[in-house]
Antibody
Framework: EVQLVESGGGLVQSGGSLRLSCAAS????????MSWVRQAPGKGLEWVAN????????YYVDSVKGRFTISRDNAKNSVFLQMNSLRVEDTAVFYC???????????WGQGILVTVSS | QSALTQPRSVSGSPGQSVAISCTGT?????????VSWYQQDPGKAPKLMIY???KRPSGVPDRFSGSKSGNTASLTISGLQAEDEADYYC??????????FGTGTKVTVL
């Protein structure tokens, strides 16, 4: 059974940093692109970042470029999102998602809340 | 990278059909057949319902179907059931490894 479990969220002040982790199980992480998607309170979904199977390619939504970094450790079955220079508008539930079938996020974690206070 | 446009809400009685539109541009919905749809219950993670415009993953009821015409994709729920009440989001590939989601539609079963 595919499982994705996020951790590392919490409350941080504006300008601060946070590192999210996603523990993957039930499938060979090294064979899949992985993604982060976020959802601000009461708002819609927003794709944040993708990372290639071997970590050699990374892509970001414009609003987080230069502030967020996606990475992975296939040996530890984990994907990470380092978030720096956090802003109030980054407050959201962050989901780790497997990029399975091309163009599709086929499995999702339960999400982790990140709250940025002013 | 503007969000795709969806109606805020749609509703129908049990057994009826409802359709949710997802309007983008030629740079996303109209340019690729990588449109997917996700169902999200309150407080839960999204669930994949349709991919590649009109394909259903294993386990998704066949009352869910997808289509696309030009820059607009659509999700149709036929034979609406109470359990279908949820938020629905479309998503499209937008080139250069970029993805854009829709604004979301709340489906209410009357």
């Amino acid at each position: 059974e595919v499982q994705l479990v996020e951790s590392g969220g919490g409350l941080v002040q504006s300008g601060g940093s946070l590192r999210l982790s996603c523990a993957a199980s039930g499938f060979p992480l090294r064979n899949y692109w992985m993604s982060w998607v976020r959802q601000a309170p009461g708002k819609g979904l927003e794709w944040v970042a993708n990372i290639k199977e071997d970590g050699s390619e990374k892509y970001y939504v414009d609003s987080v470029k230069g502030r967020f970094t996606i990475s992975r450790d296939n040996a530890k079955n984990s994907v990470f999102l380092q978030m720096n220079s956090l802003r109030v508008e980054d407050t959201a539930v962050f989901y780790c998602a497997r990029y399975g079938i091309p163009g599709t996020f086929d499995y999702w974690g339960q999400g982790i809340l990140v709250t940025v206070s002013s | 990278q503007s969000a795709l446009t969806q109606p805020r809400s749609v509703s129908g009685s049990p057994g009826q059909s409802v359709a949710i539109s997802c309007t983008g541009t030629s740079s996303d919905v109209g340019g690729y057949n990588y449109v997917s749809w996700y169902q999200q219950d309150p407080g839960k993670a999204p669930k994949l319902m349709i991919y590649d415009v009109n394909k259903r993953p294993s386990g998704v009821p066949d009352r869910f179907s997808g289509s696309k015409s030009g820059n607009t994709a659509s999700l149709t729920i036929s034979g609406l059931q109470a359990e279908d009440e949820a938020d629905y989001y479309c998503c499209s590939f937008a080139g250069s490894h970029i993805y854009v989601f829709g604004t979301g539609t709340k489906v209410t079963v009357l």
